[in-house]
């Protein structure tokens, strides 16, 4: 399916002196100590096999330097040989709250037949004052998403890491009824498995025409119930007739939440929120992870 919209692959320029950060977390990715829950399953008892679904989604956290400071959802993406996190633009940077961190950190799985084996690996989001994602915009200004470059080669030996491909996008808008049911995995406020480090899903629907840009802006909207730290997930619906590249991931991918929507004269006293929110469309991604010459992290 061809992107529905314009868009310009950018940097952000971000002069050095705005931020306060060690040199060493700026660098390189730093893989943090291995945590082990103390609760693991009963000897006799087989470990569940886990949908892929689940580690398609790592949990992100934002840091300044040391200093923790939100929690975020995103998920992997590939491009043949090369591996992105996604997530959402204003998880990296939000010059309208002065979120401004300098990297962010992702919880990798390291042991398929225990799920309580987890990693903290570190990923800068600057070096020399540019800006190590790649995020756009359009005519409507810019998109709620942000993509990151991963060396593989970096990785923890033992990392476990489910991505999606261009091959999990819709080909045809015909392919996303009105009454699809879609999940959105994520880390809702924070709220996980903490004993198997794994997100949660919610159920929802598709509340505007799939296809069709929203108000002219390049998101469609769900009516999921949402939380912060929920920016940055996946949208997706079950993939009944996976192909050879899909049959491992069996999920199309269909957006990239990014936040709630609201009406903003709603009287807070008599109107209750719409409930609905705001999922950019999953082509954004051809063109942030397309042929540039993009720097990995």
Known sequence: MAPRFGVIPTFLKVPRHNFTRKAQSCQTPQVTTESTSSTTALPHVAPAAVNPLFLAAPRVSTFLGTYALTNASGFFFERGDRLFLVTSRHVVIDEATEHLPDRIEIELHTDAANLSKSTGFSLPLYADGESLWRQGEDAGGNIDVAVIEIDREKLPDNAIVRAFSAEHMPKTFGEVPVDAPLLVVGFPLGFHDTVHHLPVVRTTG????????????????????????????????????????????????????????????????????????????????????????????
């Open 206 to 297: 598709i509340a505007s025409p799939y296809g069709i840009r929203f108000q002219g802006q390049g998101f469609f909207l769900t009516d999921a119930r949402t939380h912060r730290g929920t920016s940055g997930a996946a949208v997706v619906m079950r993939d009944t007739s996976p192909g050879e590249g899909t049959s491992e991931l069996p999920w199309k991918l269909l957006g990239v939440h990014s936040s709630r929507m609201d009406m903003g004269n709603r009287d807070l006293v008599l109107d209750e929120s719409l409930g609905l929110n705001c999922a950019w469309y999953a082509d954004i991604l051809l063109t942030l992870t397309g042929d540039q010459d993009l720097p990995a992290t």
